[in-house]
């Protein structure tokens, strides 16, 4: 793979894992909701799907027969059906809260808190926690190596207004949190920087090899 191509795919997978790993290090809990942290991950994948299964994809007898131009809007085409994909799926992801930089124990007595001040007729069953008041119905999972907890959504009948309340309030409650910084945002920090490291030593090695794939895409 060329060194342009190279950091179209892994550039954007390089910078998620370093802001990733830039979170789990700061001492405040981060409330995201699914629907963002879905968005940036599609984000940080699209150079590797782009340029792996969609590149294999391409039909090249039909770029072929089209020319240049054509080729072009085939590649246009393919980039708008990968939008679509990642905007269909965010639209039909059930509601989720994504808290980093926290572990169960820490947030569960805070999420306690939030929710009898928003829902007196909350009901929790272990790990299980029911809102009529809020119209939402949500179960907590955790990633124990990464300390994140997930509010997942349990069940199709949620209110989105509920959940948006939801975090909110959450968000506010942790504001003023202190926690231990993780030592797995190390490890993804420095795994971001050692790709970053590599395309720019790819970019600095061949330079001419950027500029003559960036011509060569100008001049379809």
Known sequence: ??????????????????????????????VVSGGRDAAALGLAVSGLVFFGPMALLFPESVAAHFGPAGTKYLWLMFVGLMVICLIVML?????????????????????????????????????????????????????????????????????YQGWSRLEVE???????IEVPWNISGLMLLSVGNALVIGLAWAIIHDPQAIARTVFELLDR
Request: glycine letters at 8%; aromatic letters at 6%.
């Open 91 to 159: 639209l039909i992801l059930r509601p989720r809260l994504i808290i980093y930089n926290i572990s169960v124990d820490q947030l569960r007595p805070i999420l306690a808190e939030v929710v009898e001040r928003l829902d007196s007729d909350a009901q929790w069953a272990g790990d299980c926690l029911f809102l009529p008041g809020l119209g939402a119905q949500l179960h907590l999972e955790s990633v124990g190596w990464m300390r994140n907890v997930s509010l997942v959504s349990s069940g199709p009948k949620q209110n």
């Open 170 to 176: 959450l968000a506010t409650a942790l504001r003023g």
């Open 1 to 30: 793979m060329e060194p342009f191509h190279q950091c179209l795919a892994l550039g954007p997978v390089a910078i998620y894992l370093a802001l990733l790993g830039a979170i789990n290090l700061t001492r405040r809990p981060l």
